[in-house]
């Protein structure tokens, strides 16, 4: 079982090197392990018989203190008419390629699996962006359009493979900054 690895370590903040390609059976493995952990912190009656175990969308490997550029992403978005759909990937390598002028931010404030305090405040995202990377989960290349939420998602798991945090990007002196135009999701 993965243990993540919290905000007061140094390895948190360092940023993390690319992954050897082809991948290996043992990078593999911790993607595996990592999205395995998602999976159970999104079962309620696991987090019951593990009260530290917090509900997450996104693991990126330095929060498990695996410094390489590597992340895995699980959750279920639905339509209007209650049609779910999986939004599950492991990315390797992953590079934002195109970003969009326009920001973001999550209405209820991001939260991660390696920050235990609140820290309340609006982290402004990019809305839309086009992430490529590898991706283990298929065994292919891909090219990720993603707007809103997903965008944010992506940006929060990318953003610790170079040590940053969400807090990071909130205002200390104004965290309820407002930007013009931005969408609150
Ligand atoms: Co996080």
């Known amino acids: 079982m993965v243990k993540i690895v919290k905000d007061n370590v140094a390895s948190l903040r360092a940023k993390s090197k690319p992954v050897e390609m082809p991948l290996?059976?043992?990078?593999?493995?911790?993607l595996d392990e990592m999205l395995e952990y998602l999976h159970l912190s999104q079962d309620e009656e696991y987090r019951k018989k593990h009260p530290s175990c917090r509900e997450g969308v996104g693991?990126?490997?330095?929060?498990?203190?695996?410094?390489?550029?590597?992340?895995?992403?699980?959750?279920?978005?639905?339509?209007?008419?209650?049609?779910?759909?999986?939004?599950?990937?492991?990315?390797?390598?992953?590079?934002?390629?195109?970003?969009?002028?326009?920001?973001?931010?999550?209405?209820?404030?991001?939260?991660?699996?390696?920050v235990d305090?609140?820290?309340?405040?609006?982290a402004y995202r990019d809305f839309k962006i086009v992430v490529e990377a590898y991706d283990a989960l298929v065994g292919e290349n891909r090219r990720i359009t993603a707007r809103g939420f997903d965008a944010i998602v992506l940006q929060h798991e990318i953003?610790?493979?170079?040590?940053?945090?969400?807090?990071?990007?909130?205002?200390?002196k104004n965290p309820n900054k407002e930007i013009p135009g931005a969408v609150a999701i």
């Open 117 to 122: 305090e609140e820290h309340p405040g609006r």
């Open 59 to 114: 693991l990126a490997a330095p929060q498990i203190g695996v410094n390489k550029r590597m992340l895995v992403i699980s959750y279920d978005v639905y339509d209007e008419d209650g049609n779910s759909e999986k939004i599950e990937y492991q990315l390797v390598n992953p590079k934002i390629v195109v970003n969009s002028v326009r920001k973001c931010y999550l209405a209820s404030g991001e939260g991660c699996l390696s």
């Open 24 to 30: 290996s059976e043992k990078d593999k493995h911790t």
């Open 159 to 172: 953003d610790h493979l170079d040590g940053i945090l969400f807090y990071d990007r909130i205002d200390p």
